[in-house]
């Protein structure tokens, strides 16, 4: 069973720096993209930033580019989001997601969030 | 950037009713097209993609058609757990952009 859990999510001050952290199982870690998407409140999804299944492409939202860092660890199952100089308007639900392939694509199976709230 | 735009933004059905969902795309984006729906406090769930392409274990009354730039989810007998959100989201391009939603409400 393909299982995908965030942690790391919290209260931060504007400016401030959190890192997201994704732990997948239950599948072939290392032979599928992963991607950042995330949700405001009452809002709709919002792409975020995807790392290819070797880590060696990374692609962001102009919104977070130069301010967020995507990466992975295949030897650990595991899929980071190192968020930096947040916003206000960073506030949102953070979904790791599988893609269904080695590339950037959709997505068949979805974490169940982490919420990061960026305030003062 | 693709945008994606649905409409309606909201609709008002009763179960029973066929559903149609729309969504267009800024440009061209030959078929890479797909579908989730999502429920309150829930991670969206994959409907369908490639355009027309039902997942595994969606019901089959949930299908999706559309080419070039115009998209179409129906559902063509809404029962009581299909009332959510819906979004549609390409991956022609880099970023795999969403539409805005549509909320399917109880009439």
């Known amino acids: 069973e393909v299982q995908l859990l965030e942690s790391g999510g919290g209260l931060v001050q504007p400016g401030g720096s959190l890192r997201l952290s994704c732990a997948a199982s239950?599948?072939?870690?290392?032979?599928?993209?992963m991607t950042w998407v995330r949700q405001a409140p009452g809002k709709g999804l919002e792409w975020v930033a995807v790392v290819s299944s070797n880590g060696g492409g990374r692609y962001y939202a102009d919104s977070v580019k130069g301010r967020f860092t995507i990466s992975r660890d295949n030897s650990k199952d595991m899929m980071y989001l190192q968020m930096d100089s947040l916003r206000t308007e960073d506030t949102a639900v953070y979904f790791c997601?599988?893609?269904?392939?080695?590339?950037?694509?959709?997505?068949?199976?979805w974490g169940q969030g982490t919420l990061v709230a960026v305030s003062s | 950037d693709i945008q994606l735009t649905q409409s309606p933004s909201s609709l008002s059905a009763s179960v029973g009713d066929r559903v149609t969902i729309t969504c267009r795309a800024s440009?061209?984006?030959?078929?890479?097209l797909a579908w989730y729906q999502q429920k309150p406090g829930k991670a969206p769930n994959l409907l369908v993609y490639?355009?027309?392409k039902l997942q595994t274990g969606v019901p089959s009354r949930f299908s999706g058609s559309g080419s070039g730039t115009d998209y179409t989810l129906t559902i063509s007998s809404l029962q009581p757990e299909d009332f959510a959100i819906y979004y549609c989201?390409?991956?022609?391009?880099?970023?795999?952009?969403f539409g805005q939603g549509t909320r399917v409400e109880i009439k």
């Open positions: 440009l061209g984006i030959r078929h890479s």
């Open positions: 997601a599988k893609d269904v392939v080695a590339a950037p694509y959709y997505f068949d199976f």
């Open positions: 989201q390409q991956y022609y391009n880099i970023p795999g952009t």
């Open positions: 490639d355009a027309s």
């Open positions: 239950g599948f072939t870690f290392r032979s599928y993209a």
